[in-house]
């Protein structure tokens, strides 16, 4: 199994203040961006900018997942045998 891409976040900007585009012309943005914009009346009025961004995981991510993925499936096969010496005691061989 190999390297996944996943979303993340590569530009943020929250301000009490409307955002023009002088704030976010900075950033360099491609066709496969996703723009995430939204204002927050209920928590003092924030306005948020957002661009999110499909990348590759980091070799240290996929390591962490691997190994996560590892403990996973041991864990189930570990708790499939109980069910099965449960319901061989019940029913026998």
Do not use: P
């Not at 996943?6 to 950033?27: H, L």
């Not at 390591?63 to 499939?80: A, G, L, W």
């Amino acid at each position: 199994m190999g390297k996944i891409k996943k979303d993340k976040i590569v530009f943020d900007i929250i301000s009490n203040n409307r955002i023009t585009w002088s704030d976010i012309k900075i950033f360099d943005f491609q066709d496969s961006d996703i723009i995430n914009m939204e204002y927050d009346e209920i928590d003092d009025c924030d306005f948020r900018f957002s661009v999110i961004r499909y990348v590759e995981e980091t070799d240290e991510e996929y390591e962490t997942r691997m190994k996560i993925k590892q403990v996973t499936s041991e864990i189930h096969r570990k708790n499939r045998y109980k069910t099965y010496l449960a319901l061989k005691e019940e029913f026998g061989d």
